[in-house]
């Protein structure tokens, strides 16, 4: 398997959570509420799923051994566009993150800014997946040999491995507080 693989797999998990969120838009607009319940575990998904553990495979071993390599000047433009892309996706979770909390707390108001961010993230994530799948990702493998390939595909597996283990200690270390 290429280092891709697992990468462009965990994309399509990520379509599926927006298709759940595109959902729960049609949702709010019929019943003029939002699903707390739904809306922490996407946020959850998106912190812990889409940016640790997939924005942390790409940019912590993908990108960071393609920094090391003498790109074209147009997949050095788009990883930079990835990464700034990748601080824009934060900002929107984390935006969604407080509409959600102040709108639990009976601020009947975020919701639209609930509808908001969540219509960023929405819009955001199919064109930046789409970059990645069908304009980074083939072309990049020409950069890295067979042996780095795998070597890498190595490294995506023990990065994977650690993260339950991150999150369950974050859990307890705030239980704790
Ligand atoms: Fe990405
Ligand atoms: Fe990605």
Known sequence: MKPIGPLMREHRLIERMLAALDEELKRINERDEANIELLTVAVDFFRIYADRTHHGKEEDILFRDLAKKKLAPEHNKIMNELVAEHVYARGAVSALVDA????????????????????????????????EDEHFFYPILEYLSKKEQDDMLVEFWEFDRMLIHEKYQKIVEELER
Do not use: M
């Open 100 to 131: 959600k909390n102040n709108y639990k707390e009976g601020n009947r108001e975020s919701l639209k800014d609930i509808v908001k961010y969540v219509k960023e993230l929405v819009g955001f994530y199919p064109v930046h997946i789409e970059k």
